[in-house]
């Protein structure tokens, strides 16, 4: 049984990010209804342009976009949510130097969580965590003797912003990792105590590629059209598992669709990669573009030790190829 029927009314927080464009695309496929907040009505307006190209019907009966300046306001999210059957948020704050990354990033994962506890229609909430938040190896450390299930916690890289705080140093990517590490932590712990009328599912992608669905270049999409550039930031980041975009869209449609998900972490990582064979697939098919080469990418080899048995089976054995996720981004940000 579904935990959810086609027909039920999501609420994507933040539909025109980059991955949750391609959540809500999924979820209508689904037949699902989307009530999508969006900060910038332009880009609402290009949403559903894109969407329309997909083939969907995004008309206002189908997409509801809903415009919000402060996400950070319950009154608002009361609003956002309101007779919802089910809630997806991918969203996350901005990095911001000046204060604590971490504690905002739980708290921004918290108080929708609260919200949504205090309305009765929402069976489902889906949460956007990352593979960081279970794997050490995304902040140096060794490879888990265990393979990474569900089950696996990235607590090194709780110890490591610790470490770094106590001596007054600031890492942002080791704040995201703990944070989300911490927030999910808070979040799991929520639902043991206040037990809502809804069950909590998080998913864990990794580094996501994939093609842009409109607008310019973003987050790690970003990054790469920088590697066209010979830009080498992304071979210190030393990407070693990846996930295309559009199978991150579909694992958080199934998620909402899908009992036996329920009360689960799902990792939504396609397979391992490392950055040479990054640099190689768009040198192939971009040769021309100035990418880094020589000793940038020799870094050492990380450990596939991931278990994406759950996600794999959801998708059918069938997960986009690095290749195609790598060349498309490049091509959707105009290579
Ligand atoms: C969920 O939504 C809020 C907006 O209130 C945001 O600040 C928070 O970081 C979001 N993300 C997740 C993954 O929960």
Partial sequence: MPALPPGSLI???GITGYIACYAGLEALRAGFR???????TQRAAALRVAYEKFGVDASPENLELVTFDDLGSEAQLEVAFADADGVINLTMPEFDSEDD??????DGMMLPLRVAARVPSIKRY???????AADPQLVGGA??????TE?????????LYNTLRAAGEKNQWVEYCAGKTLGEKAAWEFIEKNKPTWDLVTIFPACTWGPVMFGPARTTAQILAGLLEGDPTLCYMRPYTYVDVRDCGK?????IAEESFGGKRTIAAAGPTNIKEVVDKLKKSFPSAKLPGGPSLEVPAS????DNAVATRALDNEWISVEDAVVETAKSVGY
């Fill in 11 to 13: 609420v994507v927080v």
């Fill in 34 to 40: 989307i009530r999508g907040t969006v900060r910038d």
């Fill in 101 to 106: 990354y971490v504690s905002r990033m739980i």
């Fill in 126 to 132: 889906v949460m956007t965590s990352t593979l960081a």
């Fill in 143 to 148: 490879p888990t003797a265990e393979p990474i």
């Fill in 151 to 159: 089950h696996a916690w990235n607590d090194e890289a709780v110890q």
């Fill in 251 to 255: 694992l958080h449609a199934i998620a």
């Fill in 303 to 306: 450990k596939w030790n991931i």
